[in-house]
């Protein structure tokens, strides 16, 4: 796997021995907590949105526009935070976000336009697309150095924050000001960072010990250009499918199997449990299947589960299908932007989760255009053609290296296949396509 300006994080220590296990397992324990607070601290504005929508007296076309601000600042960001790591290091600017992200919190209360709410937002997508990039490029270095597939756990922190935040959200929402809730984020995202930050900070981006390491390219070019756009594509096909879910299936409950508002609302949060399972078990099935065969399962799994989330005739075998096709999702977005980061670094995967992003704002609106010429059921199942074309780009892909890497030539040298690698290899170099 590619890696950028590493230095070793882990010394021999004195007498006792080496202390690289635990600079490890603490710069793990660290990155998982910024991955949570991401989660917790962007679920907690998006519950508050309907309180900063009537604060602004904006129309809902008026805070559709103003919450564009949030998607262009992250994309922005994403194209221009591979360029910041290469420079400053993942762990500086994944901190750096943080603050920012922490801070910018508390900026849509003080708004009373959709003018100026679109433009703090600005700010806010900024610091979302930047420690995003960040901390994923921060994996990649770590899933290396520890030579285990553990990318799909910092996911897993990921979705267990945006539930507790959430949760939280919903709970406070009747009794503080989005004032008060999202300044007390505010201080909260400040306080975690600055507990967690230091360990970032005094521990540079692990080095790997795996032969098939190699230097990642400045800019993204040829053979390895063309790969991370694949594995962006394969994160665009599943990001598409949350979008969609998260605005979509608690309608489709609810209008055309006439479910209980109650049952409806649950349709979502069935998914997103099911997500975080499987991504919480996903480092086990990376180690058992491998990444190729995980990437192609799930998006089969993914698309079987939403044909009969969206074609079901009945509410309770919708929510089956709902349940199945997050299990299906679960680790195909973070694997494939982990692939990117093993080709490209930190360019591969800023370009890998601006395709994945773009996909999650592809969705809610392309199931609406579709819904109104179609159907909404006919709609979703392209929740389900897109699954599949992931499994399909991922068997494709299933040889992927990027040219002139050790991987390359040990397999052109010895005239087999990646895939035909035993458990062994997949164990000890989990990034390496199988």
């Known amino acids: 796997m590619p890696l950028l300006n590493k230095l070793r994080t882990a010394a021999t220590g004195g007498p006792g021995g080496n202390t690289a296990p635990l600079s490890l397992s603490r710069l793990r324990t660290a990155l998982t907590v910024f991955f949570a607070l991401d989660g917790f601290l962007f679920a ?14 904006s129309s809902a076309s008026d805070l559709g526009l103003a919450l564009l601000g949030v998607s262009a600042g992250a994309v ?11 420079r400053f290091g993942s762990h500086a600017v994944t901190v750096c976000s943080a603050v920012l992200l922490s801070l910018s ?6 708004t ?27 994996a990649v270095d770590l899933v290396a150095a520890l030579r285990r597939p553990v990318m799909p756990g910092f996911h897993a922190a990921f979705s267990l924050g945006g539930m507790l935040g959430a949760g939280l959200g919903g709970l406070v929402a009747g009794g503080l000001s989005p004032t008060a809730h999202l300044l007390t984020l505010t201080g909260l995202g400040l306080l975690v960072t600055a507990a967690a930050g230091p360990v970032l900070l005094t521990h540079p981006a692990p080095d790997s010990d795996d032969p098939a390491t190699g230097t990642a390219p400045a800019r993204l070019t040829g053979r390895t250009r063309n790969l991370v756009v694949l594995f962006g594509v394969i994160a665009l096909c599943t990001a598409y499918g949350e979008g969609a879910m998260a605005d979509w299936s608690a309608l489709h409950l609810e209008q055309d199997l006439h479910a209980h508002p109650g049952v409806a609302a649950a349709g979502y949060s069935l998914f997103a449990l099911a997500m975080t399972a ?23 799994t993914a698309a079987a589960g939403m044909l009969l ?29 982990g692939r990117a980061g093993a080709l490209a670094g930190p360019a591969g995967v800023a370009a890998a ?17 579709l819904a109104d010429w179609f159907s909404l059921p006919v709609a979703l199942t392209t929740v389900a053609a897109l699954a599949a074309g992931a499994a ?13 890497t050790e991987v390359a030539r040990r397999d052109r040298s010895a005239g087999r296949t990646q895939d035909a690698g035993d458990s062994r290899n997949r164990a000890v170099s989990p990034m390496a396509a199988e």
């Open 76 to 86: 922005v960001t994403m194209t221009l935070t591979g360029r910041l790591c290469r």
């Open 392 to 404: 399909l780009i991922a068997y494709g892909a299933r040889h992927a290296s990027a040219p002139g």
């Open 353 to 369: 989760s601006t395709l994945g992003y773009g996909g999650m704002l592809l969705g809610p609106p392309a199931i609406g255009f």
């Open 105 to 110: 919190m508390a900026l849509p209360p003080l």
């Open 309 to 337: 989330g969206a074609l079901a005739p009945t509410v309770w075998l919708a929510l089956l299908g709902f349940a199945v096709a997050g299990l299906g999702l679960a680790n195909i977005f973070p694997v494939a932007v």
């Open 278 to 300: 499987g991504r919480l078990t996903g480092t086990l099935l990376l180690e058992r299947l491998g990444q190729t065969r995980t990437l192609v399962a799930g998006g089969a």
């Open 112 to 138: 009373h336009s959709a003018l100026t709410l679109g433009l703090v937002l600005l700010v806010f997508g900024a610091a979302y697309g930047g420690i995003n990039v960040a901390m994923n490029s921060a």
């Open 44 to 57: 907690g504005w998006v519950v508050r949105i309907p309180a900063i929508k009537e604060q602004t007296g």
